[in-house]
Each structure stands twice: as C-alpha cells, then as structure tokens.
C-alpha cells in the first residue's frame, strides 16, 4: 500500500512539472516569452515531412522540449520543427510579434494550421530575397494575427547547412523597439572605440610612413563589417541578392584573420628574426585571403566546417609564433603574446558558443566582437610604445626639429583624450546595463585596457611638460606612505595580469614630500608596469628615505628586483620603457644604476627630494581620528572611493540601503568622533530625501559629502539641500583627498569651538 502511495506521488509530480510552461501567455503583466522555455522541437532527418504529417498523433508524440534559454542543435542535416501554444490574453491593442534571431539560418517557414491549414504564412531565410521580409528588420518579425483563437499552435520551420542557432521569443512591439534601441546603443559603442582606433591608426601611419598601421586599419575596418554581417545589418541594402549575410561574413572574417597574419610580420618583424617562418605567414595569409574569395563566391561549396578549422589553425599559428617571440625575447613581444592569446581564447569559446557546446546568447551575439576590441586596444598599447621611436626616425628623415616632435606629441595626447574620454563613458553606461557575468566579465577588461590608454596619454603629457620646464603642481605636502600607497593602487587599476607586487619602506614614517610629489608618485606607477614580471614571479620594491640634513634635501632611494629579462639599459632609442624613466629621473635630478648579482638582475635609483619629519603630538592625532559613512551602490566611483582609502586607519563603513544607514547613526550622543558621510547619488537614490532624513540625526560637527555625476549641479544647490560640500565622480582621484581633509579639519574646529553651530543654520530641503 505504502509503495502504491509513493508511485501515485510521483505520478502527480511529473504530470505537474511536464505540464508546466507549456503555453506562451502574453498578457498585461508579461510582455515577452522565450519560446525555447516553452516550445518543442523535432529533426525531419529526410526534409520530406509536410506540417500535416507533423501535426499528426504519430509525429506529435515524437516532439522534445527544448528546454534551454535558445534552440542551439549544432549543424544539423534536416529540418528543424519547432512547436509551441500561444495565449494573447491582453486587454491592450498593441501588436504582438514574433521574433526569431538567426541570422544564419538559410530557411525559415512559420504556419498557423488553424488559420492557414498546411500553407506557409511567411517564407523567410538568408537563402531567401530580403523583400520576402514584411517587416524590414535584422531579425526575422512575424505578427501575430488579431483574429485568432484564445489558445492557438505556431509551427516553424528551419533549415541550415550552418551551426543552428535561434533565439525565438514572442513580444509585445513596444518590448521590441526597447530591445532594439538596446542592442543599438551596444553595437553604437562598439564601433565607436573602433573608429576611434582606426582614426588614431591612420594619424600614425600619416607620421610615421610605417605600413603596420595601414594593415591595422584595414583590420579594424574588416571588424565592423564582420560585426554587422553577425548582425544580418547589410540584407538591406541587397534586397534582392540571395545568401548576402553568409557571403559577407565569410569574407570578412578570413579577410580580417589574412590582415592578422600580415600584421603580426610587421609588428614582430618577423623578416629580420625568424626569416623561415615569415614565409610560412606570407603563405598562410596568402590561403586565406583564396579561401575568402572561395567562400564569397560559392559559399555552400565547402562545409563550414572547414572555414572554423582554417581559422582555428592560423590563430594556434599565430599563438606558437608569439610564444617563440616572447621567449627570444623578440622587442614587444610581450603585448603580441597577450593579445593573441585573448584572441584565441575568446574564439574558441565564441565557437564553443556557436555548435552549442556553452549554451550563452550573449557569449553567442557579442563574444567575438568584444574579445575583438580587447585583442585590438592590447595592439594598440603596444602601437603606441613603438610610436616613439617610429616618429623620430620620420622627424630626422624629414628633419624636423624636436619641438615639432613634441608638440605633434601634446595634439595626439589632446585629440586620444576626447575620444578616450567618450568610451569611458560608453563602458561606465554599458557597466550599468550588463546582465550577465560574461558581458561583465569582458567590460572589466575592456575599461582596465582604457585605463591603460590613458596611463599612456599621462605619459606623453608629461613628457611635453618636461620639454617645457612646466612643474607638476603640488598643493600641498604629501606623506611619503600615502604617496607609494596611490602608486600601488593607481597600478592595480592598470594591471592586465595579475602581477605580484611587494612594496617595502624604510624610514619613511611621518616624512612629509614637499616637491615633485606627483613626478615621483608617477615615476613609481611607471616603474612597476615596466618592470613586472607576466608570471607567478614577485617584483620587489623597496623605498628607503635617507636624511642627510642639508637644507632640507634628503634621498630617496628604490632599488627593484628581480628586473625581467626585457628589461635593459639603451640609449640609442628613446622608448615609453627604460627611455622614459630615464628621461623622468634625469628630470628629478637623480641617478639609476643597473646592475647583476648572479642571475638576480635589479636597478638602483637615487633622488635628492625636498622632506621634512612631521611629528604629531597626541593632541593632533586625537584631532584626526573620525568616522567614515559610505553611503551608496556598489559601482566603479564607489569602488574608486573606496581604494583611496584603503589605507585610512580609521573605522570606515558602508551601506547601500538608506534605513540601514539611519538605525546606525540613531544615537548621536553615543558618536565620540567626528562622522563623515559620503553620499553617492546613483542606484536611485535621491539627494534631495537622503539629505531630509539625514539632517535629524547628525551632530553640529558632522559633515556630509555629495559625490554626483550629475555635471550641472551646482555647489550652491548642493549647499541648498543640506550638503557641506559637492565633488564630481570625474574629480575623484584629483580632490577626494584634499576635499576629505578639509571636512575633516572642518568638523574638527566645530567640535572644539566654544561657540558650535546652531542646529537650526544647516539647511534643511
């Protein structure tokens, strides 16, 4: 009996869970469905069922869930069925649509057997005119009629000699334009940081006469129409013209992969150290470029198959030759090993992806093109280490003078900055719409490698001011710890590969840096990008103070170790490496010394800097201890703010809910420090209420810092609304210290005044 009672429990379970999502239900409060949550599909192996053979109990029966988030099969030989119920249950009179996203898919039919029987509303398909298509779209659009019963079944159809991909989803038509307006806005950014590369591309090549950035522009350009081919953008400028999307996709891909060869001959020059094995790129190149003319022109001819597996060995290609490069240690070989080992990586999950191996549909959509711009700024990082030299051999050819030279130097770093300045903006926007871990995953590294330009553009600013004599503002005196505290975490932020950095200090507690502060702060980021190690292997850097009492003048002394083995003293050329940090030494008045201790290669460097010891008494350090109050989502600005004060001693806490915020500052008689509160506008908090609800509960010595990325509020505004002061998220790493100094000292003398403020003169909104 017990046993009949289990069977009978099991029965009912999976009857409710086969039975469940089996109807797509658009209503009032569901404006989109997956199909593929919903649906069913079955493989015609022989492609000679009709939709009444289908549509039969014999047939029926033999249809599987889908069960994923998009039909992914892989290549299939037959055609693909595809069933699912839907329920239109809105009371509201907007259009309903159904939307298959597969660019590739070469036949594609949609019946509804109660309206048509065995007719075929649309026949679609890339081996199909566009004009077929009533609505002009990049994705396949089907309406769903006004007319049809309260539960009705759609058949589709599809067929490919390509990988079959389909994300199938029915949607309201304004749940359509916002996806559309989303997925433009993406591919808007894209290009946009392609363009911007492409443009800086040619400015090289226009100064340089080199024709490794005429290749690279060529690439860049073959990126874009790869991209908008994945997209099916161009069938409509070819309505007429059958399998377009294919035929431009093949030949932009294998164009790109031939320019990629090419490229790599230059970048490396392979002619000079590896003679044999630029023959073979010159070939590989070469067999792209016919097979790109062969898969243009006959595109079903040759299975796809062999296209994935031309691409694949050229890129494991490619990867042996940097890998040989970097252990020869061939000159720059470092960026090109990093960048095509981003390249193949990315590829073979993106084809992974396609054949339906890791089911992803933003992996699948996006992958390749954001692996693309990550594989093309780390080539471009390295471009821009080559310039240098590159631009001096055409200043002497042309003979020019070298204030020519630098001040060719000061209008690139001006025209890069606008343009890197309008990607980070792009990024920071895509940050806060990115969904999946991937997506977000791929933005990360795309920012980190636009850190990384702009480290770059830091570098030419600089120097150009050196070739003016114009000194590096220093506002005030600067703690030699908290100094090398903002180098170590200005190089986090650019790093690319998890180095392991050691920094050591000796005798530099309370020593105050009265000059060239931000030059040497500088000169210590520049010394740890160049002489990282790209392994497990730990560089050291220890930072000695040595007071020599001489008017103030007092050494500082770095000695790094172990250097790698690129890592070598040259003054034939000068470079943004070892030229660099020459140039910034000689700058400071100092000296470097490289030199070898069996095989432990390290540098010595030595600068006079103008210090003092600043003792605090106990009554100062009473004066500085406080408390700081985060208040905010978790984003970039944040996270910013936060690494500025990693190394505060004092208790800092953070709250992204505003209750949570007020339950702890409840009792402000039991506070015995001064509070700070940074408030942050962003996750849809309001300055306005938060100040409100703040105001009760803060002392006469609390202070409450606005930080907005809101460009056009005003401080008088902030100041309004009950806040002590305002500070643009641009401005962070340029004032928060400065402006936290000065609320702190601020709440200070408040605290101690015998007259405090009134309660009633902070303002409240």
């Known amino acids: 009996m017990f046993s009949r009672l289990i069977l009978l429990f099991l029965l009912c379970a999976s009857n409710l869970v086969w039975s469940a999502n089996t109807i797509a239900i658009i209503d009032n409060h569901n404006d989109v469905v997956n199909i593929a949550e919903t649906g069913y599909y079955f493989i015609d192996d022989n492609k000679t069922l009709s939709l009444d053979a289908i549509s039969s109990d014999e047939y029926s029966k033999r249809f599987r869930p889908i069960n994923s988030d998009y039909l992914r099969l892989g290549i299939v030989k037959g055609n693909v069925w595809v069933r699912t119920d839907i329920a239109i249950q809105s009371t509201e009179s907007t259009p309903i649509l159904l939307e298959i996203k597969s660019p590739r898919v070469q036949y594609l039919d949609i019946f509804l057997p109660s309206r048509h029987e065995v007719q075929a509303q649309v026949q679609l398909g890339n081996a199909r005119p566009y004009n077929n298509r009533n609505i002009k779209a990049p994705n396949y659009l089907f309406t769903i009629?006004?007319?049809?019963?309260?539960?009705?079944?759609?058949?589709?159809?599809?067929?490919?000699?390509?990988?079959m991909n389909a994300g199938i989803e029915l949607k309201t038509l304004s749940k359509l334009s916002s996806d559309n307006q989303k997925n433009l806005t993406i591919t808007g950014t894209l290009i946009g940081i392609l363009l911007t590369l492409f443009i800086s591309n040619l400015f090289f090549y226009v100064k340089s006469s080199h024709p490794m950035y005429l290749i690279y522009s060529f690439l860049l350009v073959g990126i874009v129409i790869l991209h908008l081919a994945l997209h099916d953008q161009f069938a409509q400028f070819f309505p007429?013209?059958?399998?377009?999307?294919?035929?431009?996709?093949?030949?932009?891909?294998?164009?790109?992969?031939?320019?990629?060869?090419?490229?790599?001959?230059?970048?490396?020059d392979t002619k000079r150290y590896f003679p044999t094995f630029d023959n073979l790129l010159i070939a590989i190149g070469s067999l792209n470029i016919i097979f790109a003319f062969i898969f243009t022109l006959s595109p079903e001819s040759i299975s796809i198959i062999v296209l994935s597996l031309l691409v694949v060995s050229t890129l494991i290609c490619l990867t042996v030759h940097a890998i040989i490069s970097f252990i020869k240690n061939v000159p720059f070989s470092g960026y090109y090993l990093i960048a095509r080992s981003t390249l193949l990586i990315g590829h073979f999950f993106w084809v992974m992806s396609i054949y339906g191996i890791i089911p992803s549909a933003t992996l699948l959509e996006w992958g390749l093109t954001v692996t693309i711009i990550i594989e093309a700024l780390i080539h471009f990082t390295g471009m821009i280490v080559q310039t240098t030299p590159l631009l001096s051999k055409h200043t002497y050819g042309t003979r020019h003078s070298q204030a020519e030279t630098f001040d060719l130097l000061a209008d690139l770093s001006s025209r890069l900055r606008r343009q890197i300045n309008i990607i980070g903006g792009g990024l920071t926007h895509l940050e806060q719409a990115a969904q999946s871990p991937d997506t977000k995953t791929l933005l990360t590294s795309t920012q980190t490698a636009n850190n990384n330009i702009k480290s770059l553009i830091e570098r030419i600013d600089c120097i150009s001011d050196i070739t003016d004599s114009v000194l590096r503002e220093q506002a005030t005196p600067i703690f030699l710890n908290q100094l090398i505290d903002n180098a170590h975490n200005n190089f986090q932020r650019l790093d690319q590969d998890n180095t392991l950095?050691?920094?050591?200090?000796?005798?530099?507690?309370?020593?105050?840096?009265?000059?060239?502060?931000?030059?040497?702060?500088?000169?210590?980021?520049?010394?740890?990008?160049?002489?990282?190690?790209f392994t497990d292997q730990v560089l050291t850097i220890n930072i000695t103070h040595h007071d020599i009492s001489r008017e103030g003048v007092t050494i500082l002394e770095i000695n790094c170790y172990p250097l790698p083995t690129r890592v070598h003293e040259s003054t034939a050329d000068f470079d943004f490496g070892m030229g660099y940090i020459a140039l910034l030494i000689q700058h400071l008045k100092g000296e470097m010394r490289l030199s070898e201790d069996g095989q432990v290669r390290s540098?010595?460097?030595?600068?006079?800097?103008?210090?003092?010891?600043?003792?605090?008494?106990?009554?100062t350090k009473q004066q500085h201890q406080f408390h700081i109050i985060l208040f905010g989502q978790e984003d970039e600005d944040l996270q910013k703010t936060l690494t500025l004060l990693q190394s505060n001693p004092n208790q800092i806490e953070h709250f992204s809910t505003l209750e949570s915020m007020l339950e702890h500052l409840e009792s402000p008689g039991t506070r015995q420090f001064v509070t700070i509160i940074l408030v942050f506008d962003n996750g849809g908090h309001i300055p306005h209420i938060t100040q409100q609800r703040l105001t009760p509960l803060m002392r006469n010595e609390d202070q409450c810092l606005l930080i907005s990325n809101n460009i056009k509020m005003s401080?008088?505004?902030?100041?309004k609304l009950g806040f002590d002061d305002i500070l643009a998220c641009t401005e962070l790493e340029q004032k928060f210290t400065q402006q936290l100094s000065h609320l702190i000292q601020k709440g200070d003398r408040l605290k101690n005044a015998s007259l405090s403020r009134v309660n009633s003169l902070r303002k409240t909104p």
């Open 715 to 719: 401080l008088d505004y902030a100041k």
């Open 240 to 268: 007429n013209i059958i399998g377009i999307q294919e035929r431009i996709y093949n030949a932009a891909s294998l164009f790109c992969l031939s320019s990629i060869v090419f490229f790599s001959r230059l970048y490396l």
């Open 145 to 163: 009629p006004t007319n049809m019963p309260p539960v009705f079944t759609v058949y589709i159809k599809l067929s490919s000699h390509l990988p």
């Open 501 to 533: 950095v050691e920094f050591n200090s000796s005798t530099s507690d309370q020593v105050e840096i009265l000059q060239n502060a931000p030059t040497i702060q500088h000169l210590l980021e520049v010394i740890t990008q160049e002489f990282k190690h």
């Open 603 to 619: 540098v010595n460097i030595k600068i006079p800097i103008r210090a003092h010891v600043r003792h605090l008494t106990y009554e």
